[in-house]
């Protein structure tokens, strides 16, 4: 029974590191972020690419492109973290929660001053910065991490606002089955890009990127698929 509940968590972080540029090139079938893409398949390259409201050509965004660094991704699976340990932890957190809270209804929680785990529960008693200190205490166990694969899961959300419901994410528009979620990009990419500074207009809490459940062959060989953006609040 122990057994099973103590099913590893299936989550797959993406790193990035320093590599040689030949070795980006398509025919080594990179996983890579930055510089110029490399394209997988060569003979069915989209026509054009879809930005926001405005459709680039593939040359004008492959020069754009050239302009941030180029790293390779590189993925290990997130250190041996189990559903009893997540379940404690939360656990843990409710606990201490509710002891401040009911201080705070009694009138004692001055008393608290200088107790540093309580002090943090002080500025963590709203839902939104609960899960952005959730958010903060996951990803401090591996501070690197750009993406978080977990096809399947649940993004890991920097905010309890602007969460989507089932209907906000569209089927597949090639098969018409549903999407689900695959990986989330996280905001320390934007350091690696040296795109940090807020002049560069590029910013995000996480992105996370929903796929076609059923991988589908339909249409296309490179698929529109849908991201949903969640800012920093
Ligand atoms: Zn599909």
Same mark, same amino acid.
């Given at each position: ?6 099913r590893?968590l299936?989550?797959?972080?993406g ?8 070795k980006l090139? /398509? #025919?080594?079938f990179?996983?890579?972020?930055g510089?110029?893409?490399?394209w997988?398949?060569?003979?069915? @390259?989209?026509? %054009?690419i879809?930005?926001?409201?405005e459709?680039?050509d593939?040359?004008s965004?492959e020069r754009?492109d050239v302009?941030?660094?180029q790293?390779?991704i590189v993925i290990e ?6 559903e ?5 932890d ?9 002891a401040?809270e009911k201080?705070v209804?009694?009138?004692k ?13 002080q500025?963590?008693?709203s839902p939104?910065d ?6 903060n /205490? #996951? ?6 991490q750009?993406l978080r694969y977990d096809r399947?899961?649940?993004p @890991?959300?920097i %905010?309890?606002d ?7 994410i569209?089927c597949c ?5 549903h999407?689900r979620f695959e990986f989330q990009i996280?905001p320390?990419?934007l350091?690696y890009?040296g795109?940090d500074?807020?002049e560069?207009?590029?910013d995000w ?9 059923q991988s589908?062959?339909e ?7 849908f991201?949903?953006k969640?800012?920093?609040?």
């Amino acid at each position: 029974m122990a057994e099973n509940k103590k099913r590893t968590l299936s989550i797959e972080l993406g790193y990035l590191e320093e590599c040689a540029a030949w070795k980006l090139e /398509s #025919r080594f079938f990179p996983s890579k972020v930055g510089g110029k893409p490399a394209w997988l398949d060569l003979c069915h @390259l989209p026509n %054009s690419i879809l930005c926001g409201t405005e459709h680039e050509d593939k040359e004008s965004e492959e020069r754009r492109d050239v302009l941030v660094p180029q790293f390779e991704i590189v993925i290990e699976a997130e250190d041996c973290l189990q559903e009893e340990e997540v379940s404690n932890d939360l656990k843990t957190e409710e606990e201490k929660l509710k002891a401040f809270e009911k201080m705070v209804q009694e009138g004692k929680a001055g008393t608290l001053q200088g107790d540093t785990s309580f002090d943090e529960l002080q500025k963590t008693t709203s839902p939104e910065d609960r899960q952005f200190s959730k958010f903060n /205490s #996951r990803i401090r166990r591996n501070p690197d991490q750009v993406l978080r694969y977990d096809r399947g899961g649940t993004p @890991l959300w920097i %905010s309890s606002d602007h969460t989507p419901n089932e209907d906000d994410i569209p089927c597949c528009e090639y098969c018409g089955q549903h999407r689900r979620f695959e990986f989330q990009i996280l905001p320390q990419l934007l350091n690696y890009l040296g795109l940090d500074s807020t002049e560069k207009s590029v910013d995000w809490g996480t992105l996370a990127i929903y796929t076609c459940s059923q991988s589908c062959n339909e249409g296309p060989a490179y698929k529109r698929e849908f991201l949903w953006k969640q800012d920093i609040v």
